[in-house]
Each structure stands twice: as C-alpha cells, then as structure tokens.
C-alpha cells in the first residue's frame, strides 16, 4: 500500500486551493478525484449542449424525501463544480458570522469570527485574480486592503441599468469575479462570454482546475488520480485514526494510506462518503457520534429572473454589478432579505423549456435580445431534518424541505420594483415579462452545511480546524463545514477556509 503524507479528496473550492496551498511544502501528497478533466471542446460553450442535454452533469440520480429520483445539478471533474461556476467571489457578511434573527427563525453564530477569516479572504481573492471595488457594496466588512484588481467595466446596457438603480437611491455595485486577464503566450484576448454555467476553454476564469490543481500539479511531490472515486475511509482498530482510504480505480479496489486525509468531495458527497465508512467504532457513520454527518443541508432560497425590456441588451457579460440593500432587511420588512446579482446573459436556447407558459407570442429570439438576467439568493436554515442519508443500496437520498422563504419573498417583489423603476418606463421597461423560478432540489450549486464545525463535540462533527472531534487525522475542507449558509455564493468562504486550515496544517501537523 503505498504511503503519502496527505491525501486530498476532491478538486473542487475546498479541496483544490487547499493542495495549491499545501503543494509548496515538499511534502508527499495525492490527490483523489472521481472524474477527469472536462475536455476543451467546441461543446464547452453550446447553451444546447451544457444547459439542455447536461453534457457536463454527473450521470446519476439522487432521490428526495419522498423517494422521487432527480437529476442534481453536480459536477464531478477536477475543478469539482468550480468549473462551471460565475466565480462571483464575496465575502460573507460581519454580521453572518453571528447570530441572525430571521423571519423563518435563528441562523447561528459561527465559532470563528470574521476577523479569524479575514486574512485568508484577502489571501484567496488574490489567489483567485478577484475584480472588484472595496467599500461599494454597503455591507461588505470593513478591510483598509483594496482588491488587487479594478472591477470588470459595465458593458453600455449593464452601465444605464446600474445608473437607474442607482437614481432610486439604491447602491449597487461592482460584482467581484475571479479571472485572469493577463494574456496567455502574448496572444489571447479575454473573452468573457460563456462564462456563468460554462467550463472555460480559453482558462480565463479562475476556478479551482486552473487556480489550484494545475498550479499545484507542477510541483513533484503532488500527484493527481482522475476517474479515483473514494469509497471508504477504514480506520484502525480504535476507530481514532483513518489507516486506509479505499479507492475504486478503473474498476479495481485500492488502497492507499496517509499521515493525514483531507476529505473535500462537496458537503452531499463528504457526509455520504463518512456515513459509507460507518464501522464498529463509529456505527452511526465515520465521526458521527454527534449525529450531525449530513443534517442541516442548505443549499440557499435561490431565484432567477428574468425581465424583458423593449430596449434590446447586446451585452456579452452581463454579470457585472449586484445589489445588496436588503441583504439585513428593508423599510417594511425587520429581517434580512437576501442579495441580488445580475448572471451572466442568456440566449434563446435557455429560454426554450420555459418560454411557451410565460411569454406567449414572444419569438425566444426576442426574449434573448431584450432580457436582463438576475439571480437572488436568500439565507435558508440549518434545520436538523434537511440531510443526507443513504437508501438500502447506498444511494444518496436528499431529504430537504424549503424554509424561511418569507425574505426571499419579499426580495423577489423588491426586484420587481426596481424593475418596474429603472430609467424611464416607456423606453426600458414597459411591458415587463418575468421569469421568476425558484431553483427547486436538483439546484445542489450552493450545497454546505453537513458537517458543520463548532467547540461542541455534542453538537458539531469537526472542531474550528475542521479536523474531526473523533478522528485525529481526518479533515474536511468543502462546503460542509458551514454551520450557517449566509446569502452570499459560498466558494470564496469555501476557499478562505482551506487557505486557513492549511495554515494550520503546516503550522502543527506536517
Ligand atoms: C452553475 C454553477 C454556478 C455557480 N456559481 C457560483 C458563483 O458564481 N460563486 C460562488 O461562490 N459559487 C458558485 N457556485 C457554487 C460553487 O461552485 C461551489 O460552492 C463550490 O464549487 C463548492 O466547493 P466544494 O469544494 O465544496 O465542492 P466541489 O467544487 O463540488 O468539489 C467536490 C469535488 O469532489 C469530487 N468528489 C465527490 N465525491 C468524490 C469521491 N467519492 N471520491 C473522489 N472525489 C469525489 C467531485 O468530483 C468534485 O471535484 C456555482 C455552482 C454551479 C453548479
């Protein structure tokens, strides 16, 4: 059985940054991803292909609470879901990291502060070329340090909707977004179309394959195993420490062993992968003495919306700005509401499944020129029933009930204001058509919360290093270990947090 200092499974936000982090320090690490590369193909931007035929999607099936089978919106492939994301990049709010009183009920304080996360913030928005403007957004915390890079210009259309919200008083801001603008071998410009949704063929946008693993792949202490679809973690006869880490491998069973295991499979597949490591030690699933392993899946309220203006919207990039005025509450409403971000433009293929019911009469060619693409997330809850569990075969069962809805409510019909306010509505908005879909379960993008970390061993899996209370050398570092969700997209937390476990890491472990 071959022998490593440390193992890392999974290539995604947690995982991949971590190894870029850790591949410097010499020591011997292997790197344990279930899918490949996804390839560079002319496939990479087909709207028909990537949002249609979910050529990129994980070929398999999950049920819900109620048995019925659904296709989750997930990505295995080295980068994990990084590779198709927007890379909007924020931080979680002061605020976020404490108490909140919500509408739905409470979402806890974290046991760090933000300040425990700030340095490594700073740390992965440089990591990951993060464009933006500190101190535009009203409730990004305070950091006298300004991003390393301008945000990303308005495209025309973009620049007067961001003028109309600003004229109703409102603040909206400069999205950041991870890219790297410098040109490859002297030639390439940036293009940044396909981007929200897509994989990147031209590695523009920095996602966990090109910011983490290619850079850490370059040392030759690192070693990387595609299509390595971990199976089990064994631990040794007192349960106290992971021995093996079981690997299935083209078909074949594989051990291999590690001083440390780093688990970063993504917060459905980590508390699935511990609770298939279930042994006599640790019956109730690896780590899990707790109870906690897979409850309190959150996965965000989140909403797209689309408007139609008669004004048409040539813009190729639209995911530029975002507004975050009711991101604690509003005038009307004591709770917080959520963020709302513009998404990167659509076309008419994106439109075809939905059209018909929403927009009679309207050719998707129209609807395609005249939209104006918006995404709102609110905050769900941490509620102990929305899990992960395993059916008799060992698939993954998602058992999760929507919560706290009245604030995204509320931020859906703010936005319809504004809407119905930008500029002038003879000329901008005047027969408004909306899309407004709520992401139902298959909408996995935002998943966190299953192996939550905390002081309490009674009531969190991980401690506030993210190493497990019961496992002294198992860590996880994806999304799982959010106890809260926050309203912001997740991967930048995901990202700070591994740069600051794997400060720790070299600190007091290797
Ligand atoms: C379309 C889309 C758009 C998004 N846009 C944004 C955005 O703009 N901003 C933002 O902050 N977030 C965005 N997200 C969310 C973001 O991508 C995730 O929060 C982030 O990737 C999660 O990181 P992770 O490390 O927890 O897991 P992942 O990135 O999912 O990585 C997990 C990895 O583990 C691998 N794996 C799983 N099981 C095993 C196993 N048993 N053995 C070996 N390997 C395994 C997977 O293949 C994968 O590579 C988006 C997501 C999607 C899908």
Redesign the pocket.
């Known amino acids: 059985m071959e022998h490593f200092d440390l193992i890392i ?9 971590l190894a870029r982090k850790l591949a410097p320090t010499g020591k011997k690490i292997l790197i ?4 490949n590369y996804i390839p560079r193909e002319k496939e990479n931007w087909d709207t028909e292909e990537v949002f249609l035929k979910g050529r990129y999607k ?1 070929k398999e099936n999950w049920t819900d609470k109620n048995g019925k089978s659904f296709h989750p ?18 931080r979680m709010r002061e605020q976020d990291f404490k108490e909140l009183k919500h509408h739905g009920g409470i979402s806890p304080a974290w046991d760090i502060s933000y300040q425990d996360l700030a340095p490594y913030y700073l740390e992965a928005e440089k990591l990951y070329s993060v464009h933006g403007l500190r101190g535009s957004d009203p409730t990004e915390p305070f950091d006298e340090n300004p991003y390393s890079l301008p945000p990303i210009e308005h495209e025309p259309r973009i620049q007067e909707l961001f003028n109309n919200v600003k004229q109703l008083g409102l603040k909206p801001f400069p999205l950041p ?1 991870g890219f790297n603008n410098s040109p490859k071998n002297g030639d390439s410009q940036v293009v940044l179309d396909r981007f ?2 897509f994989p990147d063929p031209t590695e523009s946008k920095a ?2 394959h090109v910011v983490g693993i290619k850079e850490a792949l370059k040392f030759e202490n690192v070693t990387l195993l595609t299509n ?4 089990r973690l064994i631990t040794d006869a007192s349960g106290k420490s992971v021995k093996k880490v079981e ?1 299935e491998l083209n078909g074949e069973f594989i051990n291999y062993s590690a001083n440390t295991v780093i688990v ?7 508390a ?2 511990l609770l298939r490591s279930a042994n006599e030690k640790h019956p109730n699933g690896l780590a899990n003495g707790s109870d906690v392993v897979g409850r309190h899946y959150m996965a965000h309220n989140n909403s797209a919306m689309i408007a139609l203006s008669t004004k048409p919207n040539p813009t190729k990039f639209g ?1 530029t700005f975002a507004i975050n005025d009711y991101y604690f509450g509003a005038d009307d409403f004591d709770f917080p509401l959520g963020h709302i ?1 513009m998404l990167g433009k659509s076309d008419a293929e994106m439109f075809r499944e939905d059209a018909p019911s929403f927009a009679p009469g309207l050719t998707l060619e129209y609807m395609a020129k005249h939209a104006l693409d918006f995404w709102m997330t609110s905050e769900d809850l941490p509620l102990a029933e929305n899990r992960v569990t395993l059916d008799k075969n060992g698939n993954i069962k998602l058992s999760y009930t929507e919560n706290n809805l009245e604030g995204h409510k509320r931020l859906q019909k703010k936005l319809r204001w504004i809407l119905e306010h930008v500029g002038c509505e003879t000329h901008v908005l005047p027969n408004n058509v909306y899309l407004g879909k709520k992401i139902p379960i298959a ?6 919360g299953t192996i939550r970390f905390g002081n309490n061993p009674k009531t969190s899996a991980l401690n506030t290093n993210c190493r497990a209370h019961e496992v002294e050398n198992l860590y996880v ?4 270990f959010f106890p809260s969700s926050s309203a ?8 700070a947090n ?1 740069l600051r476990v794997g400060d720790h890491l070299i600190k007091e472990v290797l």
């Open positions: 499974i999974g290539t995604g936000a947690g995982g991949g940054t344990l991803e279930r899918g994980a919106g997930i990505h295995y492939c080295v980068g994990g879901n990084t590779k198709v994301y927007g890379a909007a990049l924020l977004i929200d949704g996602d966990a390595a679809y971990v199976n690997v970063s499979a993504g917060a459905v597949n980590s699935a992968l995911k971000q909408g996995t993008a935002h998943q966190c570092v994806d999304g799982s912001v997209n997740p991967a930048l937390t995901i990202m591994a």
